[in-house]
């Protein structure tokens, strides 16, 4: 496998995954621009060969499509998959001890190795502003690392066998930070680092920080992995990678061997900086907040050095690969945590933590005549306790009766659960919780609810495959459209404020009740323009689980409380855009024509039908 990022863009040119830009780019927006294009398209990795203002080369799309990450670990992955199923399962290696012999070696073959010699990247010092300073999206707060590996240790068991390495994304220009002398880290304080900094922090102690970009790609993606308990960062680096982690100390600091280049510093207890905007995997702005303030050591480029990056914004994304890649690896990962779940997806489209879909098993009522919801309700509280599961706003969690039921079918998923959703008895709320620090639509930062619909048993209702008479002609709520069955999007007006938007949505409601009864369409989203909403799943997914908080947006037809429970007869979704959102990324329309020069004949990216 490859020892180095170099030997990896040579076997992807090679094999025809890669495709050299000699021309020189920008990295203010054109780099980023560039990059979108040819993902968007199933393309290829890019190497940019001549970065305006840097002398580093970079590359980026390395992990675009499934096939290609394959492709870059085809020698390991098959022996990966193993190792973290064992970790899972440690029953299998005890039950057939000697089919698993050959993955217990190449597991301890995998533990790092420590060097003692001067290192190659230490050899050259520069400074961040020798770096492409890459700016993604037009209104983000400056350059942004997108592929770090952030190393850091227990400082109360310090070592690497202690130690933790996240990929939490890092500013390195803008805002009131010190070019060369100062960089943003964001992170959550119950992530890996954060535990560590708050323990350096009642040490009264800086807390040592690495963050290194580069090196094997397996390095890259063991910085992102949910790997199981007992199982390192760094170990599995050496696994994917088919070589031990290399590193040593410089001046206190981890130094990986192999890693393109090294950024060196210290945490302070209580020194943070504004750090954002940034444009995010959930289509949207992260806004400005205050986060850690790293302050720079030294700054390590080592000779050649290539700097890889990616470009977040609404899915699907590079990072979507990453995702569908990381599933592949850990399998059963979820169902072996949490006892009675046989699956759960992130649903990618809606940015992955708004929304997830679960099958869970119901056994709690196998006697009874009437099938409810049971044993799903305590699963759903486990999963929405889990890692970074406890983000999501919304879950949709069924059981498989006589039909075999697949999360990833996301229409087919949804429609069976809208068939048998009880509206007077399925749904769930839980407010005034946590959500996820990227995700607007709550009430502050990293606050909102959360809402389970627990659907199981018999079908209630066909669903309709055509807009109700219901829906037409009510006034200011216009334009109804069929979004799939069993759901029409209609069109409000502009959202004000919560105690108006509360009176349009009551409005809304009665208009509604007061034409009858209508079994066959249980949910109803309200939205800034439905045909884009109604347009494709993506987009229904996307406007309406990203730009609503549960408890703040959830109407109902005929909507009641009984016994402190919540009940209606359609389920109404205020997702029209809020003042306090996120604004949603738009691409710069000069930028756009200007990167036009790289795909027309002649050019490096000629090839690229966009």
Not at 32 to 42: C, E, F, R, T
Not at 156 to 162: F, Q, S, T, V, W
Not at 378 to 396: D, V
Request: hydrophobic letters at 35%; proline letters at 7%; glycine letters at 8%.
């Amino acid at each position: 496998m490859y020892r180095n990022l170099e030997e990896c863009i040579v076997d992807l040119e090679k094999h025809g995954h890669l495709i050299r830009i000699r021309e020189e780019v920008d990295p203010y927006l054109e780099m980023a621009a560039i990059h979108l294009k040819v993902y968007a398209v199933g393309g290829p990795a890019l190497l940019f060969e001549n970065v305006k203002g840097s002398k580093f080369r970079a590359v980026s799309n390395l992990f675009g499509t499934v096939e290609r990450s394959k492709f870059m670990f085809r020698k390991t992955f098959d022996s990966v998959q193993n190792v973290v199923a064992l970790r899972n399962d440690p029953m299998k290696a005890l039950k057939n001890p000697f089919a698993h012999m050959s993955t217990g070696l190449a597991a301890s073959k995998a533990l790092p190795m420590k060097k003692s010699n001067s290192l190659p990247v230490s050899s050259q010092e520069i400074n961040i502003s020798d770096l492409p300073l890459i700016h993604h999206w037009p209104d983000d707060g400056g350059a942004f690392v997108t592929l770090p590996q952030v190393y850091s240790e227990d400082p109360a068991k310090p070592g690497i066998m202690n130690a933790n390495l996240g990929m939490y994304r890092v500013q390195l220009s803008g805002n009131e930070y010190e070019l060369n002398k100062e960089i943003g880290l964001h992170y959550q304080i119950h992530r890996g680092i954060g535990v560590h900094q708050e323990r350096a922090n009642r040490l009264g102690k800086p807390l040592k920080v690495s963050i290194f970009i580069g090196g094997p790609p397996a390095h890259t993606l063991a910085a992102v992995m949910p790997l199981p308990e007992g199982l390192s960062e760094m170990t599995f680096a050496g696994l994917l990678a088919g070589q031990r982690f290399r590193y040593s100390y410089t001046d206190g600091y981890c130094i990986s061997n192999d890693a393109d280049f090294v950024i060196t510093g210290e945490i302070h207890p209580g020194e943070t900086k504004p750090e954002g905007p940034f444009g995010d995997h959930l289509g949207y702005y992260s806004l400005t907040h205050d986060f850690p303030l790293m302050k720079i050591h030294k700054v390590y480029a080592k000779p050649n050095a290539i700097w890889p990056f990616t470009v977040v914004g609404r899915p699907p994304q590079e990072d979507t690969s990453f995702g569908d890649l990381i599933h592949e690896l850990t399998g059963d990962a979820i169902p072996n945590e949490i006892p009675g779940v046989k699956e759960v997806h992130a649903v990618d489209a809606a940015g992955v933590h708004p929304l997830l879909f679960a099958i869970g098993s119901e056994r709690y009522t196998p006697y009874q005549t009437v099938k409810q919801p049971q044993e799903l309700l305590t699963i759903a509280n486990r999963i929405l306790g889990t890692g970074q599961l406890s983000l999501a706003k919304y879950l949709f969690i069924t059981a498989e009766d006589k039909q075999t039921l697949d999360t990833h079918k996301e229409v087919e998923f949804l429609s069976y659960i809208l068939e048998r959703l009880d509206l007077h008895r399925d749904i769930h709320f839980q407010t005034n919780t946590t959500i996820d620090t990227l995700d607007y639509s709550g009430t502050g930062l990293n606050t909102g609810s959360k809402v389970v619909f627990a659907a199981y048993g018999d079908k209630l209702r066909d669903l309709c495959t055509e807009i109700p008479e219901n829906l037409k002609g009510l006034r200011e709520f216009t334009n109804p459209r069929l979004v799939m069955p069993g759901v029409v999007a209609i069109q409000g007006p502009k959202f004000s404020s919560y105690a108006i938007g509360e009176k349009e949505m009551n409005d809304l409601s009665k208009a509604i009740q007061e034409k009858g009864q209508m079994p066959t369409c249980p949910m109803i989203i309200l939205c800034d323009d439905s045909e884009f909403l109604s347009e494709t799943m993506s987009n229904f997914l996307w406007a309406t689980f990203t730009r609503s908080n549960p408890s703040h947006d959830i109407y109902g037809v005929n909507s009641y409380y009984e016994f402190k429970h919540w009940a209606c007869d359609n389920m109404i979704i205020d997702a029209r855009t809020k003042p306090h959102h996120a604004p949603p990324l738009i691409p710069d329309q000069t930028v756009e024509k200007n990167i036009e020069r790289f795909f027309v004949k002649g050019a490096s990216l000629e090839s690229v039908k966009i």
